[in-house]
Every structure is written in structure tokens, then in C-alpha cells.
């Protein structure tokens, strides 16, 4: 027999990963928009992959596929991948990225809710390392491209690599406005005039800042719908904001400004839906802002003095590593302990 | 969260109004048992009581099988100091006094005193009480033998609650009409109807506590209640405010309710009188005026009987009436019946079956549907959404004790103040993983006190051994002792070995031999040693 309470809210795991869901579709419209449909291609290989990983995982435990398959969380996994890397990748760079997501960082850690690192950084992390040359090849914004890759082109290129007939690697890819800045910073080229090639904004990269708003607007969205709290987000782009102002009043020359760190790369990506993933990020009010604070300070390091052109997800495991002991400390006061000595 | 929420307006008086952490919107489903009156439920043909209705130590019967009872009349006396008396409903003859089924999840079975109605229900004679001449402590006396305990739920015996302390700790009497709980509507009827009464039992209490302020605090989900105690309040000879506090689970829960009426907080293993309020349901405010000023005992409670019932409604019914025949009052809803709760859907308890007794307690029964209570859908692995821990009244962190009971680390629970947890069930409510969490938490507290209770044996039963180790060690010494005496008695023909010491070592070696022969012996006829 059941004990109190008898009645749950209306609401479930797969709600909150649809939300989370809803809230991306936004930016993948932008996505589509300013630098072509292959998205969507890398996208389905993604889910694809992540929800026939999952049904393997789930039944090689032992568990009922529906109700896990059915939660949702492959799919947002999937998708924050896809979102990570170049969308015209090759077809088994995704699946690779994939596989470690799910079977390695999430199954092998004992699934759903069990996991200690962010799944889809994971997954990045993995592909940064082991393929650094293909996760530069970025889609360049339409704008800026020589040829425009359509639907069908975008998949025969995802699928056999091959591009249609005279094409060039380099009319549609580009680096990514962060990779440029990285690159041209060491040939000792000033910030102020690095900023002033195409594939810059008017605050982060050409096309890419209208995404990363889209991605603004669906975290807002989470934030109302009470899918995520303030902390996290805020915490992460305002040290990021805060460390980037401060090398930037410091040496303007040679280091961005704190809107373009926050408008470029995964930041805004990470802050909204990536760091605020509850498995394997802090529970606790404070807590939480450690946490965001913490990412967002690795991640300018990483992309300022280290090796990476972006610190996003390293920035993200290497916090996920302090999550018990920053719970731990942060523990809130329990009613009635306010104020009493422990 | 020293918060103020708003500045409610309360005859000329403002009183600034504080936020609790946490809280839950659950469906109220009130307005369906508010659309009558309170209906007098009748007389039923049996009653059952039982002596244990209260927080504490059961009342002793004190009549016999086939003894004629008057309506009111004890039956059965506070044994202890937490105890209160109960008394016969209706009057009757005690048909039995033997164990009977009581209100509870698992079907327990308790003593409890059968009478058969004989129809009459004459009352025993009623007194008033003089209690503005009345000794303090005869008069909380006289309460515990009126059988009054807390109807809010806790039915803790009140007269303990009323003692204002020494030195005077109780400041604010604070009564308590929030009834936050779904479908409930008792408190609010009883509040509409009798709000004056209310107030009149209000009037003992101050006087009992010397309390120096009177509130009420009432959900704003109950206006029409409001009004009427509102009223009611102006006609008293002392201010009284109404507190119109936000509807919001588990608003009227006490530790809630002081701290959004007073922003203070009970602390925690204290009760609400460390902070100078003492807090009773407005239920048990009526019980008292009717005990001191009529002279009649608790016999009778209003109950709501809703749900999946024909017309829900609330019943001034007898304690004592069994709970199947209140609900047949209510008429038949064409769902089928799936169960039976008592209380409401956050904290009441599920009724293993309907023949048990309405007792102080039963401030509703909630008869369940497939359609209103839908089977929980399975549990899900926790995503660490901390949906709980936005949602606890008590601030606690319900993933972190979840993990540590699932992993029986109950030291980390206790750590983690498991016991602050007040079982509200918000947790439970608003989890996307639809994980019973209170009920995980009841298992680590049962675990965590079983694991104390034998500790506490063991920790006796080592005691115990010790000192029969010891006693064994003296009682030697002593018969060593006696030994030497004896021989030191002797004449002193062998004057060589006659020294004392020498005599005393023999004895002792030969205690020792003794002793070892015994052990051996021992050994030999029992495997197990005892102790």
C-alpha cells in the first residue's frame, strides 16, 4: 500500500527534456537560416544514433526500454552535441561523439541521473582531442560562403565527404570567429583589427550572434518555465563577462572584449543548457553559483591562455569533478537551524 | 527569507507577513464539501472508542461490559501525565472492551469500548466551568478530563499546551484556520458557522496562557471563513487579528504558519512556545469553549467526507461512529471506489478498511477514484532537478537524502537533518521522476531509530554483563576474605603457615581452581554461553 502523498504534480522527466527541446528550436531556426540546413542532418544523425545507443544500453541492463526511452534525455543529449560541433561534419565524427555521450559517459556510469560528467561534453571532449582537424570546419554563414550547400548536397557531403563537382573545402567552411582571433592574435595582429574580417558581428561572429541570442531567448524561456534557476546561467557569463573585462581594460590589443567572449562559441549554449544540466551540475543555491562562476572562469582561461580556441566543455567536466564538494560546503540552513551554532 | 509578502489589512490593525521556503500548488478541490451546511450526522446503533485517540499514553477504561453509560459520561481516564480521558458518545450499555481495528494504514487493532445505543442519547449532567476562579492547574486537569486533544491532526492532549510557563514564555496565542490541505473544508465550515464560538473557546485559552496577543491566521482561500471569524473577533473584549495569509501548501502547518504570522522560527527538536506562540487548530478552540462553558466533553468532531462520494459535505458526527457508515451518508458516486484515505491527499493515510471508528483525529475521509487519484506513474532515476529542495518547507535538499537512504547511509541522512523533515509530502509532489521520496525518508527515520533503540540495548545489555562481572569479582573477594578469617581462627598450632597473606593466596588459588573447573563444566554442557 501506498503511503502520503497520494496525488504528483502533473509532470515528468520527458516534460522537462521537451522543454528543454522547445526552448533549442529557436536557435536551430536561426541555425538553419545563416548557415544552411545541414544542421538538420547532423542533428537526425545524432538522435538517431542516441536513441538506438540508449535502447541497446537500457536492454543490455535489464531495464524496461519505454518509460528510459521515453524520457527524453538521449534525444537533449543528442542534440546538445549536435549543436557543439561543426554541422557539416563527417557522419561517423557524430556517431563517435555519440557513442561516448551515451554509452561511455552516461551507461557506463550507471545511466540517467548516475552520471558524474556532463554526457554531451564528454562526447565533445573526446572529438576535440581525437579529431581536431575535422571539428574546425565549420559551415560559414551564407553571407560569407562561395557556394551554398543545400539539403541534399549537405547530406552527400556528411555521408561520403565528397562536395559537388568544382567545389571547395573552403567556399563553405571557415573557422569559427574565436579560432580566427586565436590564429591572427598570433601574428601579433591587433584585437581592434581582427575584429574587422568578415566572419566578425557586430558584437560576436557573423550570423553565429543571432544564434547565440535564439539560444538567450529559449534559456529565458527555461528560466520562466522554471526548468532551470538564474544561478548557473548568470554565475557563468558574468565571470566570464567579469575576467574578460578585466584582461580586456588591462591589454584591449590583444584581448576581446566581454561581449564578444559571451556572444561567441558555446558560452551562451553552455550557460542556458549545458551547465544547468542537473545530473551533473550543483544542486544548491550557492552552490550553483560556485559552479557557473567556476565555468565561466576556466572556460576564458582555456580559451585565452589555453591551447583550445574555445574552454566551454573542458571548462564544464573539470567543474563537474568539484560538484560533491562544492554541494558538500554549500548546504543551505534547514528550518529551525537558522541562526544555532553547529 | 525574511521576506515581507504583503501588509494585510485587519480591522485597524496591519500586521507584516513573512515567507516560509518552499510551499506547493496542489488542486484545491475544496468548493465541491462547502456547498452545504454542516449536517448533524445521526446517532449511530454501535459506537467504538478507542482509549487511544491522542499523542501519548491510552486512557484506562473506567467502566465495565454491561454497564448503562450516559452520553458524555467517562469511560475511560488520562493514565500518565500525556494522556486525555474518552468518554461515551451516545448513551448506552458497554456491549465489549476488547481489541477492534482503529484508524490506521496497516489495519491495527486497538483497545477500544463498544456501547450499543439505546437510542435516548441523554446527556450526563452538564457543568459549566468558573474558570476565571479556578486553580490553573485544576483547570488544565479539568480539560484532560474533558478529553481535549489537538484536532488538527496531531491531537496532542492540549491541556499540557496551555500552561503559559515558568517564567511566562508564551506571549501570542496563535490559532490556526489555514487548513492547507486539498479537499479539506472542516476547519473552514466550522470557522463560517462557528466562528463566535471559536472565539468564546479563544477567551479560555488567552486567559489559560496570559497571552498578550490573540491571532488567527487563515488562508485567503477562505474569505467567506474570514468574514465570519472576523466578526466574531470584534465582538471579543480583547483585540483578536485576523491574519489572512497566502494559499499555499503547507501553509498551516504550525511551523509554517508561525513563521509567516511572526517571521520567527520553532527551532529545531523545540516546540512553537520557544518562540513564544502556542498554536492550536480553530477545531480545538470550539472543543474548549464547549467543554469550559457547557460542560460537555469531547464527543463529537466535524468531519469531511468528499471525493468519490454522491454529495461531499461536511458531518458534526459522534466519535466513535464507524467510518463506512459517515460515508454512506454521503451518498454513492457512480465511480468505483478505490481506496480510503484519512486526511488529505498529502499527509492523510490510507484506510486498510472502512469498519474502524471515527476518532479525535478524523478530520476527513477522502474516498478515491481511478479517476481522482490515478495510480503514480513508475518511478524514474533522479536527474537531481532539486524541484524538491524548492519546494521543502523545511529547507532541506530531498535528492541528497534520497541518495544517502537508497545507499543506507543513514549517518549522512541524520547529518543532513532527515529529521527536520515534517512529511508534508511536497517532495514527493512536484518530482518529474514521480519517486515516493516520503517514503524513503520514513523508512531512514524507522531505520535510524531502530538502529538507536539497539544501541541502546546493546549499550543496557553491556552494562548489565559488566556488572554481573564485577558483583561475580566482589562476591570472590568477599568469600576469600571469610576464608582468611576462618583460618586466621584457628589455634596456632602450625604458626609457620598461619600467616594471613599466605592463608588469603590459598584461598584465591583455590577460588581460581574452583572456578576454572566450573568454566570447563560450563563449556562442556552449553555451547552458546548466555551472556
Known sequence: MLSSPYINEKTSVFVIMLKVMLALVPAIAAYVWYFGPAILISLTIASVTALVLETIAVKLRGLPARPFLMDGSALVTAWLLALSIPSIAPWWLIVVGTFFAIIVAKHLYGGLGNNLFNPAMVGYAVLIISFPVQMTHWAAPYSLAGEHLGLADAAQYIFSGLLPDGWKLDAISTATPLDTLRTQLQLHRSVADISQMPIFGSIGGQGSEIVVLMFLLGGIYLWLTRIITWHIPLAFLGALALIAGIFHMVNPQHYATPWFHIASGGAMLGAFFIATDPVSGATTPKGKLIFGAGIGLLTYLIRALGGYPDGVAFAVLLMNITVPLIDAYTQPPVYGHKGIAK | ?531
Open chain 2, 1 to 531: 527569507m525574511e521576506i515581507p509578502r504583503d501588509q494585510i489589512e485587519a480591522g485597524s490593525m496591519t500586521r507584516q507577513i513573512y515567507s516560509f521556503h518552499g510551499g506547493v500548488h496542489p488542486e484545491e478541490n475544496k468548493q465541491i464539501s462547502t456547498q452545504h451546511a454542516i449536517a448533524v450526522a445521526p446517532v449511530p446503533a454501535h459506537v467504538i472508542v478507542p482509549v487511544r485517540q491522542h499523542i501519548g499514553q491510552p486512557a484506562k477504561p473506567c467502566v465495565a461490559v454491561g454497564d448503562r453509560v450516559l452520553k458524555g459520561q467517562m469511560i475511560a481516564a488520562a493514565e500518565g501525565y500525556i494522556s486525555v480521558a474518552a468518554h461515551a458518545p451516545t448513551s448506552g450499555v458497554v456491549t465489549a472492551i476488547d481489541l477492534h481495528p482503529v484508524p490506521h494504514p496497516s489495519g491495527l487493532s486497538d483497545l477500544c469500548i463498544h456501547i450499543a445505543a439505546d437510542g435516548e442519547d441523554r446527556w450526563i449532567e452538564r457543568n459549566p466551568t468558573d474558570y476565571r476562579n479556578m486553580n490553573a492547574s485544576a483547570l488544565r486537569n479539568r480539560l484532560r478530563d474533558m478529553g481535549i486533544a489537538g484536532l488538527g491532526g496531531a491531537v496532542f492532549p492540549t491541556f499540557i499546551k496551555l500552561n503559559p510557563g515558568v517564567p511566562q514564555k508564551v506571549q501570542t496565542l496563535l490559532l490556526n484556520g489555514g487548513e492547507c490541505e486539498p479537499w479539506i473544508t472542516c476547519d473552514d465550515m466550522t470557522m463560517r458557522e462557528h466562528a463566535a464560538e471559536i472565539m468564546q473557546g479563544a477567551t479560555v485559552m488567552r486567559f489559560m496562557l496570559r497571552a498578550e496577543t490573540v491571532l488567527v491566521g487563515i488562508e485567503d482561500n477562505k474569505p467567506q471563513a474570514i468574514a465570519a471569524m472576523q466578526q466574531a473577533a470584534a465582538q471579543c473584549d480583547f483585540p483578536v487579528e485576523i491574519v489572512t495569509i497566502p494559499t499555499l501548501y503547507p501553509g498551516g502547518g504550525a511551523k509554517q504558519m508561525i513563521k509567516t504570522v511572526t517571521g520567527k522560527e520553532v527551532p529545531s527538536g523545540g516546540r512553537s512556545t520557544d518562540v513564544g506562540v502556542a498554536t492550536f487548530n480553530v477545531g480545538t478552540a470550539l472543543a474548549i469553549h464547549r467543554a469550559v462553558n457547557l460542560g460537555e466533553p469531547l464527543i463529537s468532531r466535524v468531519v469531511t467526507v468528499t471525493g468519490n462520494v454522491g454529495q461531499p459535505r461536511n458531518f458534526e458526527v459522534l466519535i466513535g461512529t464507524p467510518i463506512d457508515e459517515l460515508i454512506a451518508l454521503a451518498g454513492k458516486h457512480a465511480d468505483t471506489v478505490t481506496g480510503h484515505l484519512m486526511g488529505g491527499p498529502m499527509m492523510g493515510i490510507e484506510l486498510a478498511r472502512t469498519d474502524v471508528p471515527v476518532v479525535k483525529a478524523t478530520n476527513c475521509i477522502l474516498v478515491k477514484s481511478a479517476k481522482l487519484f490515478p495510480p503514480p506513474p513508475p518511478a524514474m532515476p533522479c536527474i537531481r532537478c532539486t524541484r524538491c529542495a524548492d519546494a521543502c518547507p523545511a529547507d532541506l535538499q530531498p535528492q541528497e537524502l534520497l541518495w544517502f537512504t537508497r545507499s543506507k547511509n543513514f549517518d549522512r541522512a541524520e547529518k543532513y537533518q532527515l529529521f527536520d523533515c515534517i512529511e508534508c509530502g511536497c517532495c514527493s509532489y512536484v518530482c518529474p521522476s514521480h519517486i515516493p521520496l516520503v517514503q524513503y525518508y520514513r523508512y531512514a527515520k524507522s531505520e535510524i531509530s531502530a538502529k538507536q533503540k539497539d544501541q541502546q540495548a546493546a549499550d543496557h545489555a553491556r552494562e548489565r554483563h559488566e556488572s554481573r562481572i564485577a558483583r561475580i569479582e566482589r562476591e570472590k573477594q568477599e568469600r576469600a576474605e571469610k576464608l582468611a578469617q576462618k583460618a586466621a581462627a584457628k589455634p596456632a598450632a602450625d604458626a609457620a603457615t598461619d600467616d594471613p597473606a599466605t592463608v588469603v593466596k590459598k584461598a584465591a588459588i583455590q577460588a581460581a581452581i574452583e572456578r576454572a573447573k566450573a568454566a570447563k563444566a560450563a563449556d562442556d554442557t552449553v555451547a552458546t554461553p548466555t551472556e
